[in-house]
């Protein structure tokens, strides 16, 4: 099972931690894998963190947001700063028994589990 959490309102240019926790599994032994979807559009990949520690990042936010993972804590967080209005979206964490997509990272139907969402609305 995993759980989106910190999800909010913020203002543009603000920050944001959201937080994926999982039960039943370590994270550590997958790929976790942020996605999002704004109103009226599909799903798409954000970020990627594989069981070794490779790092996958959209190119809309690149530079702005981070993936990490505390394995202690068996959750998986996504930092966002200088958020803009256009990260509006319900952010869903996933996880892949796959250690390592590579370039593939992104594609939905790879991942096993997912999470219920978290939503970001970035507005003044």
């Known amino acids: 099972q995993l759980v989106e959490s910190g999800g909010a309102l913020v203002q543009p240019g603000g920050s944001l931690r959201l937080s994926c926790t999982a039960s039943?599994?370590?994270?550590?032994?997958?790929?976790i894998g942020w996605f999002r979807q704004a109103p009226g559009k599909e799903r798409e990949g954000v970020s990627c963190?594989?069981?070794?520690?490779?790092?996958k990042y959209a190119d809309s936010v690149k530079g702005r947001f981070t993936i990490s993972r505390d394995n202690a804590k068996n959750t998986v967080y996504l930092q966002m700063n200088n958020v803009r209005p256009e990260d509006t979206a319900v952010y869903y964490c996933?996880?892949?028994?796959?250690?390592?997509?590579?370039?593939?990272?992104?594609?939905?139907?790879?991942?096993?589990?997912w999470g219920q969402g978290t939503q970001v609305t970035v507005s003044s």
């Open positions: 039943g599994f370590s994270v550590g032994a997958y790929a």
């Open positions: 963190i594989s069981s070794s520690g490779f790092l």
């Open positions: 996933a996880a892949d028994e796959y250690p390592y997509r590579g370039s593939n990272w992104y594609l939905q139907h790879l991942y096993d589990y």
